[in-house]
């Protein structure tokens, strides 16, 4: 099938930074969106922001001008670069993508398994 690995996640100090990776690996035919949710304790999880396979992003207010994602198609992976931490960043970071496994037509959703970054004060 296919698998996401996720890395990166790590304790920073309020205004450090963090590159998050994301890897796909398996059966995969292509992969349309890519993204990162993040769920804080006692909290939803959240989209965080996305990326087509033509490169449009979108983000969640909260991130704008902060954080960064880029994904590169030949190694099937994502990044998320993140600056200017903040300690209500802390959270499990879920790398998403959406796959069409090789011989197959339908999409279907995939998950990593969630990287803690943890931002203090």
């Known amino acids: 099938q296919v698998q996401l690995v996720e890395s990166g996640g790590d304790l920073v100090q309020a205004g450090g930074s963090l590159r998050l990776s994301c890897a796909a690996s398996?059966?995969?035919?292509?992969?349309?969106?890519m993204g990162w949710y993040r769920q804080a304790p006692g909290k939803q999880r959240e989209l965080v922001t996305v990326?087509?396979?033509?490169?449009?992003?979108n983000y969640t207010d909260s991130v704008k001008d902060r954080f960064t994602i880029s994904r590169d198609n030949g190694k099937n992976t994502v990044y998320l670069q993140m600056n200017s931490l903040k300690p209500e960043d802390t959270a499990v970071y879920y790398c998403?993508?959406?796959?069409?496994?090789?011989?197959?037509?339908?999409?279907?959703?995939?998950w990593g398994q969630g990287t803690q970054v943890t931002v203090s004060s």
């Open positions: 998403n993508a959406v796959i069409r496994l090789s011989g197959f037509s339908r999409f279907n959703n995939y």
């Open positions: 398996g059966r995969i035919g292509s992969i349309r969106t």
């Open positions: 990326i087509s396979s033509g490169g449009n992003t």
